[in-house]
């Protein structure tokens, strides 16, 4: 698993400071972190093996980031996205583009020593999820159907991003059932139970709330997924976005401190909601228990038309929740412009708005050390820890994540005692300069030998 191809050591070797079999991520030293920070926790101060730096990496772009030219060393998991459910229950689709990406990503990762994981669903890639677990039946030949995956890619795990299981807030023709949850158990539960799914890496990426039951409302009881899978990603992004009333932060760490008609929803909120259903099962991430929660974190955000008037408050600061028109909706670094494409449901994709970060910088509004450039308006939100960027020409105005966030990030996922984090998606970052930050603010470092 760890020999590397010639082709494959040609490439990476300048990347690596040190000519490196490979990597691993360890505590630094000389760094505090909190008394119950994340590394404390493992009962083992001297090994950061425990700590999970994971990323998913976008398929679809895998010609402008080629699998060998990520920063394999700063991880120790990586997610490989996506694919998806099919009408037919005995079949996982990937996509052209996907399917020639996904053998030199899983050669890339394993030759850096770094579990290679491959994502099933996602926004666009959920709708079968619900019939692909509804009966007995089916969860059996969906299990083999996962199975016949992991050993035609020689996959290490898989990561069910299902959105959402009983919920009828993913895409509008997903297939749902007020049983989906229990059904996602019983299926996850025989995968575990099949040879060859014993000692997957099974993981998931959830929603800010814990899996939606048939009443329609989130579990009280989830303890039973965390028997089965290896760790959850909460997914504390696109809290705001283009769909919401005003502007708002596209992360936010925290929203208890936000004005009441304002806490749509963050890290601290997620983790309170996932705890308190007994994910792991005695609520709450204490000294000797790794709780198996990772830390979604968004290497991006959205943006917003919004009027002067309306954004700028005193003198040169910007307003957190400002109105903006939502028909003039801007061109993210992310989007194609002109992009007709229609989404599985048949409804044109339209717009995301989104910028990377690494697109923040391309499109002036960052200096390439990641910091507001010139004549641009920015201010910090001290309850969601997240800045805002507004360009009064273009009246485009972005909430997204800094340096200064991810920061915030990581000593929260040491306070909490989470297991880590995971970055959507891998080729946002610019320079390494999130992941870096995020890095020395849970105090780990790699170490290659
Ligand atoms: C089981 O899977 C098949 C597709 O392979 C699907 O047609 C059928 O509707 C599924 N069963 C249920 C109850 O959803
Ligand atoms: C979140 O905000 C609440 C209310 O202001 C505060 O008590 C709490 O310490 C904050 N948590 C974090 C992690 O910032
Ligand atoms: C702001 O937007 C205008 C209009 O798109 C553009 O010409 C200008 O360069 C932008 N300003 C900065 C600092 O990027
Ligand atoms: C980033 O660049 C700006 C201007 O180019 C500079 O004022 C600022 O000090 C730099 N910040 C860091 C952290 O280097």
């Known amino acids: 698993m760890f020999q590397r191809s010639s082709a494959l050591f040609l490439v990476l070797v300048p990347l690596l400071v040190h000519a490196a079999q490979y990597c691993s991520l360890k505590p630094s030293s000389g760094i505090s972190t909190s008394a119950s920070g994340g590394i404390q926790n493992s009962g083992d101060a001297t090994d950061g093996s425990d700590v999970i730096a994971s990323a998913w990496y976008p398929g679809w772009l895998a010609a402008d980031f080629p699998p060998a030219s990520l920063s394999w060393d700063k991880y120790n998991a990586m997610t490989f996205a996506f694919a998806t459910t099919t009408s037919d229950v005995s079949m996982i689709a990937l996509d052209d583009t996907s399917a020639q990406a996904l053998p030199e990503f899983v050669a890339a990762a394993q030759s850096n020593g770094v579990p290679a994981l491959l994502s099933i669903g996602g926004w666009t890639g959920s709708m079968y999820y619900s019939t692909a677990v509804a009966t007995a039946d089916n969860r059996t030949a969906f299990v083999a159907a996962v199975l016949g995956l992991v050993s035609k890619y020689d996959l290490d795990g898989i990561d069910f991003d299902w959105e959402y299981p009983g919920r009828t807030t993913g895409l509008s023709c997903n297939t749902m059932n007020p049983d989906d949850s229990a059904n996602f158990l019983s299926f996850l539960q025989e995968l575990r139970g099949t040879p060859g799914g014993e000692n997957l890496v099974l993981t998931a990426a959830v929603g800010i709330t814990p899996f939606y039951g048939p009443d329609g409302e989130p579990m009280d009881d989830v303890s039973q997924f965390a028997n089965v899978l ?76 919004v009027a002067p008037s309306a954004a700028v408050t005193g003198t040169n600061s910007l307003a957190l929740y400002p109105t903006y028109d939502a028909s003039a909706q801007p061109v993210g670094s992310a989007d194609t412009p002109g992009d007709t494409s229609l989404d599985p449901c048949g409804t044109p994709n339209g717009v995301s708005g989104i910028f990377t970060f690494g697109g923040l910088i391309s499109g002036g509004f960052l200096d390439s050390n990641g910091t507001a450039a010139d004549g641009i308006l920015s201010v910090f939100d001290s309850c969601s820890q997240t800045p805002y960027v507004y360009n009064s020409t273009s009246q485009v105005m972005v909430s997204y994540d800094d340096a200064d966030s991810f920061a915030a990030k990581g000593r929260f996922i040491n306070d909490q005692g989470l297991l880590g984090f995971a970055v959507w998606d891998v080729t946002g970052d610019q320079n390494d300069i999130l992941l870096d930050s995020l890095h020395q603010a849970m105090g780990i470092q790699p170490v290659c030998e």
Do not use: E, K
């Not at 909460?234 to 769909?243: A, E, T």
């Not at 806490?263 to 705890?275: L, M």
């Not at 994910?279 to 917003?304: E, K, R, W």
């Open 230 to 305: 290896d760790r959850i990603a909460l997914m504390v992004y696109d809290v705001w976005g283009s769909w919401s009333p005003t502007v708002g932060p596209n992360a936010p760490l925290n929203d208890s401190c936000a004005p009441p008609a304002r806490q749509d929803g963050s890290a601290v909120s997620a983790v309170n909601a996932w705890t308190s259903a007994n994910f792991p099962s005695n609520q709450a991430c204490y000294i000797d228990m790794i709780c198996p929660i990772t830390l979604g974190v968004a290497a991006y955000g959205h943006s917003f038309r």
